[in-house]
Structure formats: C-alpha cells, structure tokens
C-alpha cells in the first residue's frame, strides 16, 4: 500500500502497563476511506492497541503517524484535535446529563446547542434516529443499544478524519446491529476512515474492506476481509472458527 493511501500506521508498537508487557511490537495500518476491522481472541490486545492510538495509554517503543504527524508522544486531546474519534466499549455517556447536553460537549467549536452545525445534526439524527427522539432526555435513561448509538453520534457530531470504535455491536440487538452497520457505511461514504474492534463475525464480514488479527500483542495477520471471508481455514487458523 503506498503511504499516501495511509491514514493511521503502527510500527512495531510496545505497551506497557505496570509490570505487564501487553502489546510486543504491533505493526498495522488503516487505509483511508476504508473500514478496518481489528480482530482476535480475548486478552488479545485490540482494546490496549485502540487505547494506545489515542494516547490513553503510552507507546513506550515504536511510533504511531496519523496523517503525517507522529502522534507516538502527544496527549489525548491533542490526538483528538487532529481530527480522531474514540468511542471506547464502556461508551463513555454522561448518564446524569441529556442528549443534547452529551452532543453539546463534543461539539468543540459550540458552546450552545443553537450553534452546532444544523446540517450535520440532521445527518446523523438520519443515521441515528433516538438522538432525536431522546433530544432532551437524561442519557442514562436510554437502553444499552440506544447509548450506544448516542455515543457513535457525538464522536461524529464534528466532522472527522478517523473514527475508532471498540466493539460498537456488543450486546445489541440485531435490528440495532444493522442499524449501525448502515450508519458506519454512510460515515465511510461521507470519507470517514473506521477502525473498529469488533467480535460480531457476521457485523465484521458485512463491514469490513481490510482486517487485522492480534494474538499475543501481536498482529498475525492482514489483508483484505473478502481474503479472510473466502478462506476457511485461514479463518480457523486465526481466530479458531469459520465466518
């Protein structure tokens, strides 16, 4: 792939957390305008490698460019204001606070609800339509699958160049699943790039233009989903099942 179609890349990427040595040299990239999926077993180091990324976590070997920064040493918000996402897998909502309040303090660039950019509200209320249902109500009165799309909603709620998500179909429902199979595909046509953890095969294999499989803090493989979805074996090799 050449580097100009390279929007995020890892190289040979150590974590440490305490005592524990979680991530042993990760090496991947995330292709611009494409959907990848960072797959692979429990304990395998997706949530570490996304936590890295944003800086939650240090890297303390190898180096992380975004968009031609090195993003390896920079604080979170610093992270963020380049344009990147992150909804982690507790979702992150403001239970105590409504809808609109949880949008409103991701909208940077607005300090009331009239100020944030219209057109781009009434796109993802179209993607997402409990955002606007729910507009004025408290975000932890939601269900599981609601917050979920809550969160998805105010990581985009400011255009972005990347948007990272951490297992975005966990426990709901399917009629949800694809509706937020169907957001994530409006968000790549929009030219949001997307590297999402995900343990859903089937929302994976649907979604997916390229993955990358961990084990060990490793990433044993990469290449394209339709690869992956066309071989069997190599599915069973990597993650211990077929799609």
């Known amino acids: 792939m050449s580097q100009s179609n390279v929007l995020l890349s890892l190289k040979d990427v150590h974590t440490h957390i305490g ?8 090496n991947m990239e995330v292709p611009r305008g494409e959907v990848t999926l960072l797959l692979g077993r429990n304990g395998a180091g ?6 890295t990324i944003m800086g939650l976590w240090q890297a303390s070997h190898g180096e992380i460019h975004f968009n031609g920064h090195n993003i390896t040493p920079m604080r979170t918000p ?15 909502i403001f239970a105590d606070l409504t809808v ?6 991701a909208a940077r660039m607005s300090s009331r ?5 219209e057109d781009r509200l009434a796109w993802i209320c179209a ?3 409990a955002v606007e249902k729910f507009w004025h109500h408290p975000a932890g009165k939601l269900s599981g699958g609601q917050k979920q799309m809550l969160a998805v909603a105010r990581a985009m709620v400011e255009p972005r160049d990347l948007l990272i998500v951490d297992e975005p179909s966990k426990g ?8 937020m199979m169907d957001a994530f595909r409006k968000m790549k046509a929009s030219g949001v790039s997307i590297l999402l ?6 929302f994976a294999q649907q979604l997916g233009d390229s993955v990358a499989v961990m084990d060990n803090g490793r990433v044993i493989h990469a290449g394209s989903m339709v690869a992956l979805t066309e071989n069997p074996e190599l599915q069973k090799s990597l993650l211990g099942l077929a799609l």
């Not at 524990?20 to 990760?26: A, D, E, P, S």
């Not at 609109?100 to 303090?105: D, F, H, P, R, S």
């Open 19 to 26: 005592a524990y040595h979680i991530l042993h040299g990760v």
């Open 197 to 202: 953890v995900e343990q859903n095969i089937h």
């Open 78 to 92: 610093d992270i963020a204001s380049l344009n990147v996402a992150y909804v982690p897998e507790n979702m992150g």
């Open 46 to 51: 997706k949530t570490t490698t996304l936590r």
């Open 172 to 179: 709901l429902a399917p009629s949800i699943v694809q509706n």
């Open 113 to 117: 609800a009239n100020q944030m950019d």
């Open 100 to 105: 609109e309040e949880n949008m409103l303090l």
């Open 127 to 129: 993607m997402f339509p």
